[in-house]
């Protein structure tokens, strides 16, 4: 870790609380199109699970919806992305002590965030936690053109940085896009174990890993 001149984080699952964040949303949806149900109870659960962890694309996520659920009146998939773009952004939430471990950071190191997504929804939700000033970087996967594992979006902020691989520190959730892809390009990591398990055959070896982000203020 002397080497280490910058730490970069990941956004949803790292520093967002992306669990929170889409179940406040899904919470909103359930009141705005089925408030003539007794209970919302499983459809949230459905949702949740159709949604694969912000991993699915929207427009298919809402088009199954549409079909599965028990609307009162179905509503077009424009709808629900109009629905979504404004209520998702303003349900972010900081991860526990997310603020905390950015200031202790910022104190010894520059900081980075690189995050797969569209501009609109994760800037806004960066806007919306308040903490777009906090990174002497930030690169997101729209306008980057490439996203997570490529390496290419880790080689930007290198560039931007005017540091080697090894200089940079990637903290993150997901084992392949975050772990692996820093890892490739030389990289060390700290994987954040939310709710990716472990896959089989990475290359990747963090070199350590966390269940709390808290967890940070001690090893960074």
């Given at each position: 870790m002397n080497a280490i001149k910058a730490v970069l984080f990941d956004l949803d699952n790292t520093l967002l609380d992306r669990t929170s964040t889409f179940g406040h949303f899904t919470r909103l949806l359930l009141n705005r199109y089925f408030n003539?149900?007794?209970?919302?109870?499983?459809?949230?659960?459905?949702?949740?699970?159709?949604?694969?962890?912000?991993?699915?694309?929207?427009?298919?996520?809402f088009a199954e919806l549409i079909e599965e659920l028990p609307w009162k009146s179905?509503?077009?998939?424009?709808e629900l992305m109009d629905f979504y773009r404004a209520e998702?952004?303003?349900?972010?939430?900081?991860?526990?002590?997310?603020?905390?471990?950015?200031?202790?950071?910022?104190?010894?190191y520059r900081t980075g965030l690189i995050t797969n997504g569209r501009n609109a929804i994760q800037y806004g939700k960066i806007d919306r936690l308040g903490i777009r000033d906090l990174f002497d970087l930030i690169i997101v996967s729209e306008e980057a053109g490439?996203?997570?594992?490529?390496?290419?979006?880790?080689?930007?902020?290198?560039?931007?940085?005017?540091?080697?691989?090894?200089?940079?520190?990637?903290?993150?959730?997901?084992?392949?896009?975050?772990?692996?892809?820093?890892?490739?390009?030389?990289?060390?990591?700290?994987?954040?174990?939310?709710?990716?398990?472990?896959?089989?055959?990475?290359?990747?070896?963090?070199?350590?890993?966390?269940?709390?982000?808290?967890?940070?203020?001690?090893?960074?």
């Open positions: 003539h149900l007794e209970s919302t109870n499983e459809l949230f659960d459905r949702i949740v699970e159709l949604d694969e962890d912000g991993y699915k694309d929207k427009n298919v996520l179905k509503p077009p998939v424009n998702y952004v303003n349900s972010a939430v900081l991860m526990s002590h997310a603020s905390e471990v950015i200031a202790h950071a910022r104190t010894k490439v996203k997570k594992p490529d390496p290419k979006i880790f080689e930007m902020a290198l560039d931007r940085l005017r540091l080697s691989s090894e200089q940079c520190l990637y903290v993150g959730d997901h084992p392949v896009n975050d772990m692996e892809g820093a890892a490739r390009i030389g990289m060390q990591t700290i994987w954040i174990k939310v709710n990716h398990p472990w896959k089989e055959g990475l290359t990747a070896s963090p070199v350590y890993t966390i269940d709390q982000l808290s967890e940070l203020l001690e090893l960074i």
